[in-house]
């Protein structure tokens, strides 16, 4: 496996990760005040960690209602699913595509330390308006997709080590169909998880 600065690659990931949630969870707390003060919801801020509630921005709809998963309509599940459907398929072929270049190191660092900085962003912030209620907030915008698409960013990440055209070719419908699983889940589930959590905000 490559090696950066002595150290394996996916140290270097869990490095980069811990960095970003590092600064993440620090830029929270100095401009947290301001964003609250600016009347910035959490709900507003979720897409920032994969979650439906962001997805607002897609579909015209910012109602309570909507983001809970209440009454979703038929059209209204159309949208949600093209919008989830779009968002990770273009993230997925663009860590492939990225995984088989020579920047596939410093690219998947990149995509660590911005999964951390986000995480760490809205865990603090959600924390700082919600209190220690903020962290089953946090988990609604991560759950149950990312069960599916953390496993498929992490194989990737890894075997773009010695590049991803470098990758069993049985591995690919394996993550295809992760990936899949993750936004039928995004887009059918996790919305009601977020109707399960407005019962308590």
Known sequence: MRRLFSISFYQVLILCFFCGLLAGTVSANLLGPEILAGELSVLEMEGAAGGTA??????????????????????QRKVLWSYVFRQRAKEFGLAVLVGMTPFSALGF?????????????????????????GMPIFLMTLLPQWLCY???????ALKSADGLEQMKLRL?????????????????????FWKFMGTFM
């Open 172 to 192: 690919w419908p394996v993550l295809a169909a992760a990936v899949l699983a993750g936004m039928c889940l995004e887009t059918w589930v996790n919305p009601y």
């Open 109 to 133: 660092s990149a995509a660590a330390f911005a999964g951390g900085l986000g995480s760490g962003f809205l865990l603090s912030m959600v924390t700082l308006e919600i209190g220690i209620g």
């Open 150 to 156: 953390a496993p498929v960013w992490i194989v990737l």
């Open 54 to 75: 962001g997805m607002t921005a897609g579909t015209g709809d910012g109602n309570m209602e909507f983001l809970t998963g209440v009454s979703l309509n038929q059209e």
